[in-house]
């Protein structure tokens, strides 16, 4: 997986894109990231990459011009993807990741400030616009770190055991199972006795039944998503 950030703050990546495992990641191979500068794509040579938007308002406008430019310059083979991070955006969800992860390249491109001038849009340079939830932040690289994590975890090779992946909450349209480790007691709290005993069909019914009744405690609507499994009737 190939993947391009466009951002005004390329500084923002630097640590998060060489730590724990999607640092490993990028430094063998499995992943590339690639951050690029906007103000490379300024037209002038004080790299003004916005500017206050007409009819009057608070906070500056990206730049159509060096936005565009800056996409342009990212076409390559197969074609990349192209993804604006914004809050406009449809809800970045599981199924919406996978679906990412399925293109070889992607173009991350990072809003900032009152956002983009709407030109871009109306040109159709983004193939998709995506939000990772229902909040402002100050710009759109953070959600491109989340995003690029999300992916990563897609890539074979990335996460040590591919069923760590496929247990993960929202994989299967519910949340994950509570998880122990030693010691065997805490202040007062032991670890469920099923997890010890080694009978691994009575282990997976308990985890199996401990998802489901944390998914309908706290997200109802993942269960409405799909049909009932084998066993989750009686839980």
């Not at 011009?65 to 390559?76: F, K, L, M, S, W």
């Not at 609507?221 to 989750?232: Q, T």
């Amino acid at each position: 997986m190939r993947i391009t950030i466009l951002t005004l703050f390329p500084g923002y990546f630097a640590s998060p894109l060489t730590e724990s495992l999607l640092g490993r990641a990028i430094a063998s191979g499995l992943v590339a990231v690639e951050v690029r500068d906007l103000r490379d794509f300024a037209r002038d040579r004080h790299r003004k990459a916005d500017d206050e938007p007409y009819g009057g308002g608070p906070g500056m406008v990206m730049l159509a011009p060096v936005v565009a430019d800056a996409i342009e310059a990212c076409r390559g083979e197969p074609p990349a993807r192209r993804v604006l991070l914004t809050p406009d955006g449809a809800r970045l969800d599981q199924s919406a990741v996978e679906r990412l992860a399925a293109h070889e390249r992607l173009l991350l491109v990072c809003g900032r400030y009152e956002g983009i001038d709407e030109r871009v849009r109306e040109l159709g340079l983004f193939d998709e616009e995506v939000s990772i939830g229902d909040f402002v932040l100050s710009g759109g690289e953070a959600a491109a770190l989340v995003l690029v994590e999300a992916l990563s975890r897609r890539v074979p090779g990335v996460v040590g055991r591919a069923e760590s992946v496929e247990r993960e909450s929202f994989v299967r349209d519910r949340l994950d199972y509570p998880h122990y480790t030693r010691p065997r007691e805490f202040r007062g709290l032991a670890v469920p006795e099923v997890l010890l005993s080694g009978d691994h069909a009575a282990i997976e019914r308990w985890r199996r039944a401990r998802a489901l009744e944390r998914t309908r405690a706290r997200r109802p609507d993942l269960l409405a998503r799909r049909p009932p499994e084998d066993g989750e009737a009686d839980g």
